[in-house]
């Protein structure tokens, strides 16, 4: 009997602590934790009620409304967008930055060189310069044009400056003849076999065209890298993952334990998950890198536009120099190319042309440069390209760290204890469901890794257009940062030219060789009508034409049989 009475007070108290624990939990915590995030809820229960009205969160005893769900989910929604802004901040901050210092560094180099030599030229060069001056201006407005994403051959538009120029003192050196436009384009046709700029052309060439490919494309990598991170960062969230983050982020509220972090894995589920697409990004974005890296160091190297700007002035004049040293074998020349001219009347002494000439085609050396604005603006843009070249060192260095960014955007956002738990043990956190260890295995980055997400329903057939878009502007990016890298503007790429391979660059690799070639001391031989030389043997013909000729033949033959 006395066994029977203390088995009876056992259960009682059994009974008396299993009700204790049925007994609804005081929600004041939850109060309190949801008027510290900035919720003013009309109501919030004093204690658990039943959440057979959730949606979202584990049903059972629970401190939620209706009305306190949807505002969870609401901020959910919020906070995941502020924290993914926030994590990729840095990335962009950097493209916008620095895409702007080198533009602005870029474009007033341009400035500068071009004031400079017109300043240096008109104390130097004189008249005879100013009534030619445009041939400069048009220089520096047609490399102005394509740093700026022009339509510009480099190439071409080079050989036609040197093409004018040619002219235009070709004229002043033999003013007392009449030299008509047919005349001057008679000229131009033997501006390679005469070479009156020496190798100059040739050398300027190369560095201009390699300088001005790698500079322009380089800002418009920082300016394509700075738009994908600005459009990739603005995250497209679908229903499934807005519940994905509701449940992860303020469910614990839900459960009565609002200070419950999320543990590490169930959090970076639900991120790979609702960034499945940002992760796609990361195989051309990782190339796309590599592809600006490899363009930066062009911009140290010996062809970096700085170091080809700042003495053209010095080169072009050397070439005038080289001109006029030789203009008597130029004239000779182009006189038993191009026929006599007719004088036009008056001598070249008579004109004074000569004198003036003489005096003022001059050489001079960069010691020579007046200390006017146009020289300390230069000096300037010196110390600038200085600090220049350690902000060349500065963004290789956040490139490489960079790569693999948007891959590993969820570590970023899981990191640390914003979200997930910091120093707690597994089995201190909230895992979707109450606070215990998280046991689903962490799934692989990309969309079609999202297949089996135990967090996040992903359709793995329906990518995100916007993210597509961008991963072929970095493909196309890439192509051109790779054809920089060699020389090559992809805009200009010459299908002929199988040599090279290239239309705009120079098709080398590194330091471009140059000829050392003298002229040819045989003068051209040039029809009569003067229209430009010709071979010495009979003239070839055209594929097009060796086809008609054979289809002529054919018919014939045809025509023979048939009679």
Known sequence: MVRLDSVVRALCVLCVAAGLELRARNCSEVRDASAGRGFSFAHVPLQEISGEHLRVCPQGNTCCTPEMEDAFGQQSKQEFLSLVDETSHNLRSTFVSRHQRFDEFFRELLENTERSLNEMFVRTYGKPYMQNSEVFENLFAELKRYYTGGNVNLEEMLNDFWTRLLERMFTLLNSQYVITEDYLECISKYMDQLKPFGDVPKKLKAQVTRAFIAARTFV??????????????????????????????????????????????????????????????????????DAMLLVAQRLEGPF?????????????????????????????????????????GMTRSTRGVPDVFNARFRPYSPEERPTTAAGTSLDRLRTIWNDMQHSVVDIKEKLKRSKKFWSGLPEDMCAGDRISLGNVTEEECWNGHTRGRYFPEVQKDG????????????????????????????????????????????????????GSGSGSGSGCTDVCPTETDSPSSEAPVVEAGRSGPVEDSARLLLPCEILLAATLLSALALHHHLR
């Open 304 to 344: 970096n536009i700085e170091s080809v700007m700042d003495p053209i002035d010095v080169k072009i004049s050397e070439a005038i120099m080289n001109m006029q040293d030789n203009s008597g074998e130029v004239s000779y020349r182009v006189f038993q190319g191009c026929g006599q001219p007719k004088p036009s």
């Open 447 to 498: 969309l079609t890794n999202q297949v089996n997400n135990p967090e996040v329903s992903v359709d793995i057939t329906r990518p995100d257009t916007v993210i597509r878009q961008q991963i072929m502007a970095l493909r196309v990016m890439t192509n051109k940062l790779r054809n920089a890298y060699n020389g090559n503007d992809i805009y200009f790429q010459d299908s002929s030219d199988e």
């Open 220 to 289: 418009q990598g920082l300016s394509v890298g700075r738009e994908v991170a600005q459009r990739v960062s603005k995250v497209n969230s679908t229903p499934s993952c807005i519940r994905a983050l509701t449940k992860l982020l303020y469910c614990p509220f839900c459960h009565g334990v609002p200070a419950l972090k999320p543990c590490r894995n169930y959090c970076l589920n639900v991120m790979k998950g609702c960034l499945a697409n940002q992760a796609d990004l990361d195989l051309e974005w990782n190339q796309y890198i």
